[in-house]
């Protein structure tokens, strides 16, 4: 049986995947699966393909054409000359990001424009020199040949600042792809290789069969999920089944030996909360914000549609190859994976007064992320040949944990409370041990066991100088899970979206009051709560044998007072 399937916009799908190794194929307005499997259903579920971002250059290309989307061009106030004066130091930072970053590329770039840029100037002075003798008394050919120089001189003028804009865009573009420094303490490396700095607590001690959250949330009837996680994809030479609890692979025909196949178990990564978990969600959001308040910060709510050129500001590719970000087709508008975006957007294009700082922010919004590339792999099973050629091979789902994902560890909407600061150059080392805290403190209350580790360099996202993550124990996953991260982006941020300070002048000099050279301020940004994890880690740590899950209790009155969930059949 085939079933055909209507999308909004087909996914991209990189041409590097294109060839007949791998069971995809690019594919215009409709998807037609056939469906096979070892159970006999009697019918299948669609499988929606979501609405994103195009990520093959192809296809973004025709994007912009065929919607007459025209990005609006931004620049960068990046300091060319420092990149070139510490090329060494900034090449090594590139490898050691593991970035593919073309500073070589960006420093030929430079030296061609600044050659143009000085054959603008020299032309400009000719055709000023030109027009200065014009304005005296001149014999007729005298003043003719004046007016044939100075033609020639516009007419080559123009053709240079037209090459001149086009170096600039594309020293621009290429540029915008180099990461921040890198804080001298963050060990170099992928991360496996990131440190450890605290270690709160110790696994709790549960003397009964563990259940994982959506075991859990099953039986006490406060999660639900898209029954479209049970999807199978398949090639011509193999058929995988994807059910709850299993993974079925069987190869069916000719193959290769030595050759890799893989398969891809999807789930919706959508979910519904119910009855207590819509109670748990808001007494966390809450709780949170009356936590982080308490310190000083300002709450917000954010927009959670923004222009795609603020994400861009921000560190962020709404158009890159695995994009995290969802695009709106037709416009150049984006949903928000974080409120660090939106919260960054408040002071574009400004210069804050010395004493405004620190501007401390603690926003909570909707986040929306496609969970594709390096995050996505956690959906992808690769498995040799050698193990599947003839034979099925049945593998528990507890075993699978490095490749899947499932449940709310990874989804594709979800509320988060995002801390943001905004700081003076010499003060955002000291504010970013002040986030951690704040979220060390927040998952202490809650009498969670977690580590704090300081990411490896390869770990860290193109704006951070620094970043701290915070991975608590989740003992249905049996694992440590990310709940958290706090970054220092340094100036990175702020270079892009144009926020300046202006010190405060000392009394004895002579600038005038308020005119003194301004700086770019620091940005940085943590998670306080990302709901989801944080029920995950709840849901798991603090259920009982009679499956129960008892209530925190800093959260209880959030609740209205309920000290425990019950299972829906009690």
Not at 534 to 560: A, H, K, W
Request: proline share 5%; net charge neutral.
């Amino acid at each position: 049986m085939a079933t055909t399937m209507h999308t909004m916009k087909l996914v991209a799908i990189p041409a590097s995947l294109s060839s007949s190794r791998f069971m995809f194929r690019p594919i215009s307005k409709t998807l037609s699966l056939g469906l096979i499997s070892r159970h006999n259903y009697s019918q299948k579920l669609p499988f929606p393909l979501l609405a994103r971002a195009l990520s093959s250059p192809a296809l973004q290309t025709a994007e912009t054409t065929d919607n007459k989307v025209v990005k609006q061009q931004w620049k960068a106030a990046i300091d060319f000359k420092w990149i070139r004066d510490n090329k060494e130091a900034v090449s090594a930072n590139i490898i050691n990001r593991n970035s593919n970053a073309n500073l070589e590329l960006v420093l030929q770039l430079y030296e061609k424009m600044l050659n143009v840029q000085k054959e603008v100037e020299r032309l400009r002075e000719e055709r000023n020199a030109v027009a200065n003798k014009m304005k005296g008394k001149l014999e007729p050919s005298e003043r003719q040949k004046l007016i044939e120089e100075g033609k020639n001189l516009k007419e080559g003028l123009m053709t240079l600042e037209e090459d001149l804009v086009k170096l600039t865009d594309e020293l621009q573009q290429e540029a915008q792809c180099i990461p921040n420094m890198t804080h001298p303490d963050v060990p170099i490396g992928g991360e496996d290789c990131s440190t450890i700095r605290k270690m709160v607590g110790s696994p709790c001690e549960l003397n009964f069969p563990v259940k994982d959250h959506l075991q859990l949330g099953k039986e006490l009837d406060i999660l639900e999920f898209d029954a479209a996680a049970e999807v199978p994809i398949l090639s011509n030479t193999c058929h995988c089944s994807a059910v709850l609890m299993h993974v079925h692979v069987t190869i069916t025909g000719p193959a290769e030996i030595g050759k890799v196949y893989y398969f891809i178990v999807s789930g919706s990564k959508f979910y519904y909360l119910k009855n207590e978990a819509v109670m748990l969600e808001m007494a966390l959001v809450n709780w949170t914000l009356s936590e982080v308040m308490n310190r000083g910060f300002t709450p917000l709510t954010t927009p959670e549609l923004v222009r795609s050129s603020v994400v861009e500001k921000c560190g962020f590719q709404p158009r890159g190859t695995n994009t995290q970000v969802y695009s709106i087709d037709g416009s150049d508008q984006c949903l928000i994976g974080t409120a660090e975006i939106p919260v960054g957007g408040i002071h574009m294009d400004s210069i804050l007064a010395e004493s405004s700082l620190p501007l401390k922010y603690v926003a909570f919004s909707h986040c929306f992320r496609t969970e594709a590339g390096a995050a996505g792999t956690a959906t992808r099973l690769y498995l040799p040949l050698h193990e599947l050629l003839y034979k099925e091979v049945s593998v528990l789902y507890g075993n699978l944990m490095e490749f899947l994902s499932r449940g709310l560890y990874r989804v594709h909407q979800f509320s988060k409370v995002e801390m943001f600061i905004l700081s003076r150059p010499e003060d955002s080392n000291s504010y970013h041990e002040e986030l951690i805290g704040i979220e060390e403190d927040i998952f202490s209350s809650l009498g969670l066991h977690y580590k704090t580790l300081d990411m490896a360099t390869e770990d860290l996202g193109a704006p951070a100088y620094r970043k701290f993550d915070v991975e608590a124990w989740m003992p249905g996953l049996g694992r440590y899970g990310e709940i958290s991260s706090a970054s220092n982006c340094t100036d990175y941020q702020s270079r892009r979206l144009g926020i300046r300070y202006r010190p405060a002048q000392p009394s004895s000099t002579n600038s005038k009051k308020g005119k003194g050279p301004t700086q770019f301020v620091h940005t940085l940004n943590a998670t306080a709560c990302a709901v989801p994890r944080m029920i995950i880690c709840l849901l798991e740590n603090y259920q009982q044998e009679d499956g129960s899950v008892i209530i925190p209790q800093p959260l209880r009155p959030f609740m209205g007072g309920l000290e425990r969930i019950f299972p829906r059949s009690r």
